[in-house]
């Protein structure tokens, strides 16, 4: 068997070894959106560290859990903190959870992160329904000897983030008198944070936003046919767009500030999404 098909399966039986619960969504939670998952119905949490083989988030902010149970009666998975490919983790390990997550039988993964805005005409704290990616500049998820048990060689990225999903997410926000953009996320190694000059590339490419995390996600869960969806928090304008230095303290508290928002969001995209 192959070694992260192994690892995957280990980390499975563990998982069922202390529930049974089989999700419906798989949520990912960015930087400020940690105590979302303690404000729904909670039916059991499960410790990474309780996890055989489950790689384990270091920063901070991130509990570094799952939590299963309801919103609005959906059964869902919730990854309270998640794991970078800069905290030296190999790629494979950097993805396992959203894998993870689809084996324990979610349809849906939905992302969430907090990112620098590249769009000269974004503002810090608005939110951004990711409609494509660029990941060129990570190492891709699928490389090495292919996970037949989980999807082709070769798979369809013409619709990573499902229409259909983008579509519900932009209902929910005009319902709930939400402001939301759409945009493309750009995922870079991190942990520093971009130069102005790599910013200007990122805008020349044609990214809205950029970040350390998601996009690789993204293209593990397309692979085995997840259906995908995501929203960025622009947390800061990107260096070089403002004066201002880039620190992790700004973007913790305007993610605090705009989370109350991003969880109602979030619920009524979930709730929409329920069946689909």
């Known amino acids: ?121 974004y503002s810090a704290g608005d939110f951004m329904v990711i409609k494509d990616h660029i990941s060129t500049f990570v190492p891709s998820p699928l490389l090495g000897e292919n996970l037949d048990e989980l999807g082709p060689r070769f798979p369809d990225m013409s619709d990573i983030y499902r229409r259909e999903l983008r579509a519900l997410i932009k209902e929910a926000a005009k319902q709930e008198d939400i402001p939301v953009r759409e945009g493309v996320y750009m995922q870079l190694t991190g942990p520093a944070y971009e130069s102005p000059t790599e910013v200007r590339m990122c805008r020349t490419l044609g990214a809205d936003a950029v970040g350390m995390s998601t996009a690789c996600e993204a293209i593990a869960a397309n692979h085995m046919g997840l259906k995908v969806c995501g929203i960025s928090c622009i947390t800061n304008m990107a260096c070089g767009i403002t004066d201002e230095p880039l620190s992790h303290t700004e973007v913790q508290e305007t993610a605090d500030r705009v989370a109350p928002l991003f969880k109602q969001l979030i619920t009524a995209s979930i709730t929409k999404m329920a069946g689909k």
């Open 1 to 121: 068997m192959n070694e992260v098909y192994e690892k995957l399966q280990g980390c499975l039986k563990s998982i069922r070894e202390k529930t049974d619960f089989v999700p419906e969504i798989a949520l990912v939670l960015g930087s400020g959106l940690g105590e979302y998952a303690e404000e729904i119905e909670v039916v059991s949490t499960i410790d990474y560290k309780d996890i055989e083989g489950f790689p384990v988030s270091t920063v901070p902010g991130h509990k570094g859990r799952f939590i299963f149970g309801y919103v609005n009666k959906v059964p869902v998975v919730i990854m309270q903190g998640r794991v970078h490919y800069y905290e030296g983790y190999p790629m494979a390990d950097v993805v396992l959870p959203a894998r993870l997550m689809g084996l324990m039988g979610a349809k849906i993964l939905f992302l969430t992160n907090a990112s620098g805005g590249v769009n000269e005409g």
